[in-house]
């Protein structure tokens, strides 16, 4: 048995006219039993035997149906109608054209001979030799066809000894049937089913066919299973010839208080020996995935989120993974929380681990539990805010240094301005107690105690003007703004590193109460944030065209407070940081970021993009990223990339499509990617070819050739490449 899962309608993106969407009856639901019956014609003859005899231009209507023809006799005692020449009949379903008809008014059946067929659903048309037609639900043919392709063009067809068109299910079958495409035969299969709509339905979906480095030749063939309306699953045997059989499953809930997903996939013993020139290191082993995300929601603002990862190795998402950033994920999380979101208050309280994909980094701490608790009180007595950050978490690891953490930051403010100004002040009390054990060597208090102030003012103006160039009008902005920001030096190095790291250094940053996240260290800080943004806005909508934004910290004293390992920051200012984005036009933007050490008199990190999207699919991406060596610690490995995108039609249905990604500082290209695609009213087709690393630090590459056709109405079939286009060209969309 087969089955081909619902796709997108044939005209989606293209100019599709199929000629008769206006020839069909408006629905009615009428009850053709109560339902009276009009006729209508250019002469009448009525005979002794209750027969009646209309010719020309006869139409008989009863309960949204209705007959034409040429010539039509009814018969009062039987309910039969029988007509001849340019035989017609329709609803608002579907219409059939025929030589001769017989139609029973008794039990709403119509028989039609030598026909054609129109189904208003997914604009289906074919012919028959026998049409049966059942009310408005069911129509029965013999020696049929079917096509969603529009008139004239037969670039695919079904050929079926019998054919059965559930309206209501939206669900048609069919039986012994050839597949020709362009008049050829190419298919046959004793049984199919398939979708008049694009509504979920279960049985096979198409089968994915390819062949990889990592696989060798890859055939999936899913079968998809709707439960109930709220529930399915997708069933996906997948065989890859150098590795053996495996078996993947995907379930789906959707309930009114919460809805999730839970895959899961197994191999059972890897046959692949030699993974290139290297042994595999998981031969003749099993080879497991599991994930359940979760999400609930309660009327009373409570919620609970699950997020569980497992995979059996290192190297599963290497081996049987497409995407460059899915196979170099180091870690997998496992969560499980629950929280209230309130008015002012929010309480989150999770238990939380990973899984460690890499042997050469470190394994992080759990989280068994973690208790969080925010609150915020704007606009209290005088115009005073106030706020509270507080948290318990207990720390596990079966290698470091253990304990709780009690972590409690209340803070009140005045924002104070109008339109044109704001002034606000703070001040925050910062107070963590730990409680370590497991501490082998006495590096650490095992009760250390840290309180200290954070206080911060933070005030801007804006200025803005009108200015008026070629044929628009605009506001121009000047928005400066000035951050200081007063934190005491407390030596720390009693204190372990659970889970804080150094924030990156960008236009965050700048306004930022804390360069560290996490709260095993605050940094001591008394420094002075410059920026200055600039906006460009038209007058007439006020979106915005241009924006520029220039900002640095002047530092008054040195930076002591570090991780582990880390150094003084004794430069008395920081990088320069300038951002700017510019949309050029209603296609066309373009973004850039640099990072300039004044000092030193070079960049430490710049980026800059341009971005073209326009009409019919046309897309280019161009981006240059820099990041120089150790710009702030000395964990942090330069790079430099550029990646070019870009999708573009050739003529009405071709286009073509790639990508060039590549590591400079490395000398090689990450992902080569180029196809082509035909895209018409009922098929398009899509050949991908892809050079790439699994992972930015293996030397390995691999090769895979997509190709995908996809008969609209019908199904699809070959390697699917959607998501992959989707996540390597930026703004790519499929049809």
């Known amino acids: 048995m087969s089955c081909f899962a619902g796709t997108v309608a044939a005209q989606d993106g293209l100019s599709c006219h199929f000629g008769y969407e206006d020839q069909f009856l408006p629905f009615t639901a009428a009850d053709s039993e109560q339902s009276e019956i009009d006729v209508k014609a250019e002469d009448v003859q009525l005979l002794q035997n209750g027969t009646s005899v209309f010719s020309g231009h006869v139409d008989v209507t009863r309960a949204g149906q209705q007959l034409s023809s040429q010539r039509a006799t009814y018969n009062r005692n039987t309910g039969d109608v029988t007509a001849s020449g340019d035989v017609r009949l329709r609803d608002s379903e579907m219409i059939i054209d025929a030589e001769r008809a017989e139609w029973s008014l008794s039990d709403d059946k119509g028989r039609m001979l030598n026909a054609e067929y129109r189904v208003r659903q997914m604009h289906a048309r074919g012919e028959a030799s026998h049409v049966l037609r059942r009310g408005k639900t069911n129509t029965d043919m013999k020696n049929a066809t079917y096509t969603t392709c529009p008139e004239g063009d037969n670039a695919w067809k079904l050929k079926a000894n019998t054919v059965h068109l559930d309206h209501e299910k939206a669900v048609g079958e069919a039986k012994h049937v050839v597949l020709r495409l362009g008049g050829l035969p190419v298919f046959y299969t004793p049984y199919i089913n398939f979708p008049l709509n694009d509504e979920r339905k279960s049985g096979f979906l198409v089968p994915s066919i390819g062949s990889s480095d990592e696989t060798g030749f890859d055939l999936s063939t899913p079968y998809y299973w709707n439960i109930a309306p709220n529930l399915d699953a997708t069933i996906t045997p997948r065989y890859m010839a150098d590795r053996g059989l495996m078996l993947n499953g995907q379930f789906r809930y959707l309930f009114e208080s919460g809805e999730g997903e839970v895959e899961a996939s197994f191999l059972d013993s890897d046959d692949l020996k030699k993974d290139g020139d290297d042994i595999n290191p998981h031969f003749q082993e099993d080879r497991e995935l599991f994930s359940w995300q979760h999400l609930s929601r309660f009327d009373n603002r409570w919620r609970a989120r699950v997020d569980y990862n497992y995979v059996s190795d290192n190297n599963y998402f290497e081996d049987f993974g497409s995407s460059l950033n899915l196979s170099s994920q180091t870690h997998l999380n496992r969560l499980v929380e629950t929280g209230y979101i309130g008015n002012n208050w929010n309480f989150t309280a999770r238990l939380q681990g990973y899984q460690t994909l890499a042997d050469d980094i470190a394994e992080p701490y759990k989280r068994l539990p973690q208790l969080l608790l925010r609150g915020f009180l704007p606009d209290q007595a005088l115009g005073l805010t106030y706020e509270l950050d507080a948290e318990y978490v207990e720390f596990d690891h079966d290698d470091k240094v253990e304990g709780q953490r009690i972590d409690f930051e209340p803070a009140i403010s005045l924002p104070m301005g109008t339109s044109a100004f704001f002034a606000t002040p703070r001040v925050a009390l910062n107070h963590t107690r730990y409680n370590l054990t497991n501490d082998t060597n006495n590096r650490f208090d095992d009760s250390a105690t840290r309180t200290l102030p954070v206080t911060s003012f933070d005030t801007g103006v804006f200025f803005e003007r009108e200015l008026s160039f070629g044929d628009g009008n605009y506001i121009q902005t000047i928005e400066p703004r000035a951050f200081y920001l007063y934190i005491p030096r407390r030596d720390q190095s009693d204190i372990p590193d659970f889970d804080t790291s150094l924030s990156t250094f960008n236009m965050i940053r700048l306004f930022s109460y804390d360069r560290f996240i996490g709260r095993d260290r605050v940094g001591d800080a008394n420094q002075l944030s410059l920026a200055v943004t600039s906006r460009l806005l038209d007058e007439e909508t006020g979106e915005e065209n241009l924006r520029l934004t220039v900002g640095q910290i002047q530092y008054f004293t040195d930076r002591e407070v570090t991780l582990p390992n880390g150094r003084v920051d004794n430069r008395s200012d ?118 790439y690393v699994n992972d930015a630090d293996d030397d390995d590459r691999n090769m895979s050739i997509y190709l995908q056709v996809e008969l609209k109405g019908l199904g699809s079939f070959g390697k699917k490449s959607d998501s992959l286009l989707q996540r390597s060209i930026r703004g790519y969309e499929t049809d």
């Open 574 to 691: 920081s990088d320069m940081i300038a951002e700017a984005v510019a949309y050029i036009s209603d296609t066309w933007s373009v973004s850039g970021e640099i990072q300039w050490d004044p000092n030193d008199d070079m960049s430490n990190m710049s980026s800059v993009g341009l971005r073209y999207r326009g009409g019919e699919g046309r897309i280019f991406n161009i981006s240059h990223r820099y990041r120089r060596d150790d710009i702030t610690t000395n964990t942090l490995e330069g790079l430099e990339h550029i990646d070019v995108s870009a999708q573009m039609p050739v003529g009405d249905r071709w286009s073509v499509f790639g990508r060039w990604y590549r590591a400079i500082d490395q000398g090689r290209t990450l992902e080569g990617l180029a196809g082509v695609e035909y895209n018409s009213c009922c098929w398009a087709t899509r050949l991908a070819v892809r050079n």
